[in-house]
T-cell receptor, first 116, second 113 residues
């Protein structure tokens, strides 16, 4: 089946540093990718949408200079949390539009970010 | 994209069928219904999707009403490992962000021994 590999699965970083999260589709090409964050006991909150080769579109209230998204190819997207602060601690999940399931989403396994 | 509403929680006895409803009364004619589930601290897992016909795969069955305003996900023989949050979303089957969907709160299914 279709797989999206997301790394790292968890990361602890110091306040003020940057963290890069990578999502890679292993067996399909994705023109469109999405990034979510999820707080405990809450649903997924869409942060941004990216299309290969173009700038990401951010949801209202999401700082584009803080959450840098690079959709480098049809199989790779990265999210960089810059100058991380404790309030950025969350569960970050990527998803890709997957033609194999009639353009439904295939999700990565998520990254638990803890900023100390 | 149309929004969906789901009951916040449901219980099911192990080995019994779990029927999870979803209301999508404002669905458009070209929008599919997709179901996902999320086990704690993991990314959501795709389960099944459909447009208007009932669908079945190795994981579940999807029943869509004739007017397409609601659907039911059926786990025929629930196991403890099916305990998760289940989300239904509707989305245009298109390979761009024009079909982005928002996730509601889903249904927390608890399968009990």
């Amino acid at each position: 089946g279709a797989v999206v590999s997301q790394h790292p699965s968890w990361v602890i970083c110091k306040s003020g540093t940057s963290v890069k999260i990578e999502c890679r589709s292993l067996d399909f090409q994705a023109t469109t990718m999405f990034w979510y964050r999820q707080f405990p006991k809450q649903s997924l909150m869409l942060m941004a949408t990216s299309n290969e080769g173009s700038k990401a579109t951010y949801e209202q209230g999401v700082e584009k200079d803080k959450f840098l998204i690079n959709h480098a190819s049809l199989t790779l997207s990265t999210l960089t949390v810059t100058s991380a602060h404790p309030e950025d601690s969350s569960f970050y999940i990527c998803s890709m539009v997957n033609p194999i399931i009639t353009y439904g989403y295939t999700f990565g396994s998520g990254t638990r970010l803890t900023v100390v | 994209d149309a929004k969906t509403t789901q009951p916040p929680s449901m219980d099911c006895a192990e080995g019994r069928a779990a029927n999870l409803p979803c209301n999508h009364s404002t669905i458009s004619g070209n929008e599919y219904v997709y179901w996902y589930r999320q086990i704690h601290s993991q990314g959501p897992q795709y389960i099944i999707h459909g447009l208007k016909n009932n669908e079945t795969n190795e994981m579940a069955s999807l029943i869509i009403t004739e007017d397409r305003k609601s659907s039911t996900l059926i786990l025929p023989h629930a196991t403890l490992r099916d305990t998760a949050v289940y989300y239904c979303i509707v989305r245009v089957a298109i390979n761009t962000n024009a079909g982005k969907s928002t996730f509601g709160d889903g249904t927390t299914l608890t399968v009990k021994p």
